[in-house]
């Protein structure tokens, strides 16, 4: 990504630069051509400005190609050591001052140009006032000025949102670290209460734990994945969970899948903490409960819901905050990020159930 990021960084400056060099290269153009095909003291029609009239065809093309080669330095003197120091860091006095004393001191080395090859071309040094350059200098300098703060603006807005990108990926990567061990936390659990009943189904608990790793660890390191391997997912989990509390004739667990074919891709991870809180909260060894979860794909729409009835315990606020557990928070965030404006989930924590219903667009 760093090689990519410095590549596209490299391609952007010699761009920057090519922009620059036209700009100067087509002042640099016209002002001679200019000179040679418009000004000419005989050009009837396109005669000079009443102030170059008395100024020789020659010393006329002397005065703008001195003048065009002065551009060159003080464009890019300005465009790529005082704009970043001085105007873009809001140290406007110091710029202006800079720019000032830079124009006044290329065209004196100009004007110091220009009378040397005069003299080679003996053109006789008469005072007369010089041509009105400071127009075409202050237009060139105010186009360099303007494109220059237009690309900085450009370059800064995508350099932050590459580092929003990745301080987002940084974060979805820690809360999809912090849900795996999660994960993983309760379902040995769940395979430690069977080895505690000498359980015949502990083997087959430890396979679909397998299945479960192999899902979490791998398939889901590529970023989107098929609904339908995520409902796969959720299948196995609930599998794991029915054994666990096989023996225990209270409990109902109904999972209604209506998702339809075809190949939908969804962000994995993002049921399992509900499913997980559901069976945490849900399961009563003494009296009876429920689970029941439902998915459904309508419309370009995902419906996810799950309810379940809850342990007896008191309705307090925290303990509304406890229920949510690390899992549905880190879930939660996982959604802002994922699907900003794209999704809707209420939560309903009332004493004798809990229930949440999550719409994707998808």
Request: glycine share 4%; net charge positive.
């Given at each position: 990504m760093?090689a990519y990021q410095?590549k596209l960084n490299?391609?952007?400056?010699?761009?920057r630069?090519?922009l620059?060099?036209g700009?100067v290269?087509?002042?640099?153009i016209?002002?001679p051509?200019?000179?040679?095909?418009?000004a000419r003291p005989d050009s009837?029609m396109f005669?000079?400005?009443?102030?170059?009239?008395?100024?020789?065809s020659?010393?006329?093309v002397?005065?703008?190609?001195t003048?065009?080669?002065a551009?060159?330095?003080?464009?890019?003197?300005?465009?790529?050591?005082l704009?970043?120091?001085?105007l873009i860091?809001r140290k406007?006095?110091?710029?202006?001052i800079?720019?000032?004393?830079?124009?006044?001191v290329?065209?004196e080395?100009?004007?110091?140009m220009?009378n040397m090859?005069?003299?080679l071309?003996q053109?006789?040094?008469?005072?007369?006032?010089?041509?009105p350059f400071?127009?075409?200098l202050?237009?060139?300098?105010?186009?360099?000025?303007s494109?220059?703060?237009?690309?900085?603006?450009e370059?800064?807005k995508?350099?932050?949102?590459?580092?929003e990108?990745?301080?987002?990926?940084?974060?979805?990567?820690?809360?999809?670290?912090q849900?795996?061990?999660?994960f993983?936390?309760?379902?040995?659990?769940?395979?430690y209460?069977l080895a505690?009943r000498?359980?015949?189904?502990?083997?087959?608990?430890?396979l679909?734990l397998?299945n479960?790793?192999?899902?979490?660890?791998?398939?889901?390191?590529?970023?989107k994945?098929?609904?339908s391997?995520?409902v796969?997912?959720l299948?196995d989990?609930?599998?794991?969970?029915?054994?666990?509390?096989?023996?225990?004739?209270?409990?109902?667990?109904?999972?209604i899948?209506?998702?339809g074919?075809g190949?939908?891709?969804i962000?994995?991870?993002?049921f399992?903490?509900?499913?997980?809180?559901?069976?945490?909260?849900?399961?009563?060894?003494?009296?009876?409960?429920f689970?029941?979860?439902?998915?459904a794909?309508k419309?370009?729409?995902?419906?996810?819901?799950?309810?379940n009835?809850?342990?007896?315990q008191?309705q307090?606020?925290?303990?509304?905050e406890k229920?949510?557990?690390?899992?549905i928070?880190?879930t939660?965030?996982?959604?802002?990020?994922?699907?900003?404006?794209?999704?809707?989930?209420k939560?309903e924590n009332?004493r004798e159930?809990?229930s949440i219903?999550?719409t994707?667009?998808?």
């Amino acid at each position: 990504m760093f090689a990519y990021q410095r590549k596209l960084n490299l391609n952007i400056n010699q761009m920057r630069l090519l922009l620059h060099c036209g700009i100067v290269l087509i002042f640099a153009i016209i002002l001679p051509a200019w000179a040679i095909f418009f000004a000419r003291p005989d050009s009837s029609m396109f005669p000079p400005p009443p102030e170059l009239a008395h100024i020789t065809s020659n010393e006329m093309v002397i005065r703008l190609l001195t003048f065009a080669g002065a551009l060159i330095p003080i464009y890019f003197f300005n465009v790529y050591f005082l704009l970043p120091r001085f105007l873009i860091a809001r140290k406007y006095l110091i710029y202006f001052i800079a720019i000032l004393i830079s124009v006044i001191v290329v065209i004196e080395m100009a004007r110091g140009m220009q009378n040397m090859l005069m003299e080679l071309q003996q053109i006789p040094k008469i005072m007369r006032p010089p041509p009105p350059f400071i127009l075409p200098l202050a237009l060139l300098l105010g186009i360099g000025t303007s494109l220059e703060m237009v690309l900085q603006w450009e370059s800064q807005k995508r350099k932050q949102e590459t580092v929003e990108k990745e301080k987002i990926a940084a974060e979805l990567s820690f809360l999809k670290s912090q849900i795996n061990p999660h994960f993983l936390f309760n379902t040995l659990n769940n395979i430690y209460s069977l080895a505690e009943r000498n359980s015949n189904q502990t083997g087959h608990s430890i396979l679909l734990l397998s299945n479960l790793m192999r899902y979490v660890l791998y398939d889901t390191s590529e970023g989107k994945i098929l609904l339908s391997k995520e409902v796969k997912h959720l299948e196995d989990y609930i599998a794991l969970q029915r054994l666990r509390i096989a023996e225990v004739d209270t409990v109902s667990i109904e999972f209604i899948n209506e998702v339809g074919s075809g190949n939908v891709l969804i962000e994995p991870l993002i049921f399992i903490p509900f499913v997980e809180n559901a069976f945490k909260h849900g399961v009563s060894y003494t009296h009876a409960s429920f689970i029941k979860i439902e998915m459904a794909t309508k419309n370009n729409f995902l419906i996810f819901k799950v309810l379940n009835s809850k342990k007896s315990q008191p309705q307090t606020s925290h303990h509304k905050e406890k229920d949510k557990g690390v899992g549905i928070a880190n879930t939660m965030r996982r959604l802002e990020i994922l699907y900003p404006n794209l999704h809707e989930l209420k939560i309903e924590n009332e004493r004798e159930y809990y229930s949440i219903c999550l719409t994707i667009r998808l």
